[in-house]
Structure formats: structure tokens, C-alpha cells
């Protein structure tokens, strides 16, 4: 069976501090791959797709980045943190099935302070 | 505005029934989607109902969909406090791999 997961939980880190959240997908291959931004008493907010190594699409300009080393792998980026970052980043795959659903990481809580 | 819409709160009592309500605006929507949050945790894919449907039910819950009127719903059955979430709402258009989502409808659920 699939799985997903992203790390760490739960980030505490100073305004202008890089950041670094993993997420990896096991049990498929070629996943279409998400970074999603959910900030308190909002929606979702999507800031990265990618649908194969190395391909990135951005869907808002920012100080973040995001990476897609390996197949089943999305790393989220920043080189300096602003206090508007802090929010619950979720990660999630979608594959091949014509209903297309995503499948979700269970969330990195970052505040930045 | 946004392409998704939903009211934000919805509170019930135990044992009532739970009425979610979505609209959206592309009529060109394929598949639509109610995901379920729990607090501190990722979403979770409750049911979809495919753009040919009028309805789909499964165990508590009920989806109706009016294409006309671009208005998706989801009714809980017999709601319980373990229902307490965040209900998303998501569209997707043929041909495209991203959905949009809805803010979500915090449901309540109070003995």
C-alpha cells in the first residue's frame, strides 16, 4: 500500500533561519507531488506541484523553493524565514487514477518566531 | 472570488444529521471531492462523486450533487463527536491533476 510521510511534526525557528521539510512517498511510482500552505483560520493554499524529477511548477512568488531529487521525493525550501511563513504545510501525492484524488502527509506545523 | 465556496461553521447536536454545502463555478467539473480534516492532521479523502452523478451514498454519509445550480452537498447521518472536523470541499476539471479546494466548514458537534 501507499504511504506518505513528512517531516519534522512541528518547527520552531527564528525569522531569517533557513528551513528544510521533507516528504516521501513509498508504494508508487511517478507520483504527482504537492506543497500546500494552510494558515490559521484559512483554506488551502497551493505553493508547489511537481510532476517528475526536477520539475517544479510555482503557484505564488515567495521566499520559498521547492526540490524534487528523487521520484517519490519533495523537499520545501526557504534561505531566510519571515514571520509570515509560519503556518501548517501539508504535503500530498496523487497517481494515475482518472478520479485524481490527493493523498496527505499529516502536516508540518512551523511557527516562526 | 473564489472558485470554491462554503460557509465556515457548522454546529450539531449528537445524533442530529449534518448538512455541508458546497458551490462552485467551473461547470466543466469532473470530479468533486469531500475531504475530511481532523485537528494537527492532514486531509483525508471522505468520498467523490463523478460529474454524471446525482448522488452516492456511503454508510452515514450522503452526497448530492445539482449540477445545475453547481451545489454539492454532504449530509452525515446520526453525527457523532468523532465527526467534529474540517469538511473541504475540492473541484477538479478534466484534464487537470490539481484541485481546488474550498476554506473548509468547521463542523461542531456538542452532546
Known amino acids: 500500500s501507499q504511504t506518505i510521510h513528512q517531516w519534522p511534526a512541528t518547527l520552531v525557528q527564528p525569522v531569517g533561519s533557513p528551513l528544510s521539510l521533507e516528504c516521501t512517498v513509498e508504494g508508487t511510482s511517478n507520483p504527482n507531488l504537492y506543497w500546500y500552505r494552510q494558515a490559521a483560520g484559512r483554506g488551502l493554499q497551493l505553493l508547489f506541484y511537481s510532476v517528475g524529477i526536477g520539475q517544479i511548477s510555482s503557484e505564488v512568488p515567495q521566499n520559498l523553493s521547492a526540490s524534487r531529487p528523487q521520484d517519490r521525493q519533495f523537499i520545501l525550501s526557504s534561505k531566510k524565514l519571515l514571520l509570515s511563513d509560519s503556518g501548517f504545510y501539508l504535503c500530498?501525492?496523487?497517481?494515475?487514477?482518472?478520479?485524481?484524488?490527493?493523498?496527505f502527509g499529516e502536516g508540518s506545523r512551523l511557527t516562526v518566531l | 472570488g473564489e472558485d470554491v465556496e462554503q460557509s465556515l461553521f457548522l454546529s450539531v447536536r449528537e445524533g442530529d444529521s449534518s448538512v455541508i454545502n458546497c458551490t462552485y463555478t467551473?461547470?466543466?467539473?469532473?470530479?468533486l471531492y469531500w475531504y475530511k480534516q481532523e485537528p494537527g492532521a492532514g486531509l483525508q479523502l471522505l468520498t467523490y462523486i463523478f460529474s454524471n452523478m446525482d448522488m452516492k451514498q456511503d454508510q452515514r454519509l450522503t452526497v448530492l450533487l445539482n449540477k445545475k445550480d453547481k451545489h454539492l452537498s454532504l449530509r452525515i447521518a446520526d453525527t457523532q463527536t468523532g465527526d467534529s472536523a474540517i469538511y473541504f470541499c475540492?473541484?477538479?476539471?478534466?484534464?487537470?491533476?490539481?484541485?481546488?479546494f474550498g476554506r473548509g466548514t468547521s463542523l461542531i458537534v456538542h452532546p
Open positions: 475540492a473541484e477538479r476539471i478534466g484534464g487537470s491533476y490539481i484541485p481546488t
Open positions: 500530498a501525492w496523487s497517481g494515475l487514477a482518472n478520479t485524481g484524488e490527493l493523498f
Open positions: 467551473d461547470s466543466s467539473s469532473t470530479y
